[in-house]
């Protein structure tokens, strides 16, 4: 349980974030404190599983690394369940009652539309927090070592890449005529 927890730890820690900042924004405009720790709570701990689960998927090459595509489908579903457990939970321990939201479905149509962004912003974070922690691990365990280095052998073929379509437009913008000039004199 130890190794599973440590192998997720940036999913786990990234998804707990934006459920705190939530939270943060809710005592921001000006909702009780604990409220707002309710809502950072009942939103960080779905989001923060959710984000172990995405992690999951990376560690067994389930998931594209550096991919947009597989993490906007995978929090298009996450993302919204997690928004919709969230409501009942705060409805829950605020009123102590659960309820749904008054139309669930236009509830989690919008999440799912809204999950486009938290998506970008779990992708961008996770990617740079990620191979940072593995690397710390791949030494003890073979699965964050495996996982660092297809990172580290992902980001030499985008550096290469990047190299050669650089090479490319210095040669094609060195082989290229001049453009003519028009001409300043008048007829």
Known sequence: MRRLFLLTLPGLAVG????????????????????????AISL???????????????????VRLGGFAPAAVYWLVAFPL?????EILTRLIISGEPGLPPDPLG????????????????????????????ARLAAQDEAAERTYLRYAEHAQAVFEARERRRAATSQYRATRKPARKPSTTSR
Not at 52 to 58: E, P, V
Not at 121 to 126: A, C, K, V
């Open 82 to 86: 997690c928004r919709m457990l969230h």
């Open 16 to 39: 707990f974030i934006a459920g705190v900042v939530a939270g943060g924004l809710a005592a921001f405009v000006g909702q009780p404190t604990g409220w707002a720790l309710v809502s």
């Open 44 to 62: 960080g701990v779905p989001l923060a599983l959710a984000g172990g689960g995405y992690t999951m998927l990376l560690i067994n090459g389930k």
């Open 107 to 134: 509830f989690l149509a919008y999440q799912g539309i809204v999950s486009t962004g938290f998506a970008i912003g779990f992708l961008w974070l996770h990617e740079r927090v990620a191979p940072r922690w593995w």
